[in-house]
């Protein structure tokens, strides 16, 4: 895991201007580890989150039965790619309960499930923007090589660990 990224984006970010990013239009899918078997349990919500509008993942994350993830995940062009080569990253607005979660990016060079790029942020009690360039990401059980040309999915994970999840999303984009 490479956990300087996460720490990296937090400090002193500058404001970025309209024409260094790209505003995505996520629609937020709940998905958890029930479709493997697992027993952990959340949701997504949408809603007002600290006056701004969000998505907000909650739940409880538990190893039992092999299990130990929830998420909230979305298609960047509804099963297309998305050639995201043109930025250096992904930026959220995030607030959360002080936990650590999984930031994954997927492109069609993935074929299995458990396959991802990844890498690990904190979701601090206050919103803020996390900025991750592309190259922090390290592929998770694939030999593939990340092409940002080639973007499929976007999720954030509470996994791994037995935690409450309670995070919030209000904004995602890609950044130059």
Known sequence: MIRWAATFALLCLPAMTHAQTLDLDPKWEYVADTV???VSKGQAVHGVIQSQDATRLI???SLDNNGGFVQIA???AEGEVFDASAF??????VYGNGETYDLR??????TQPWQSFRTDF????EWTMIKVPFAAFSAHRTDAT???ARLRRVGILAI?????ADIAVSGVRLYR
């Open 74 to 76: 979305f298609d960047l």
């Open 122 to 125: 904190t979701a601090p009690a």
């Open 105 to 110: 990016l997927r492109t069609d060079a993935l």
């Open 59 to 61: 739940g409880t994350v």
């Open 36 to 38: 493997m078997g697992g």
């Open 88 to 93: 250096t990253g992904i930026a959220l607005d």
């Open 146 to 148: 990340f092409n940002a």
């Open 160 to 164: 791994g660990r037995e935690m409450q």
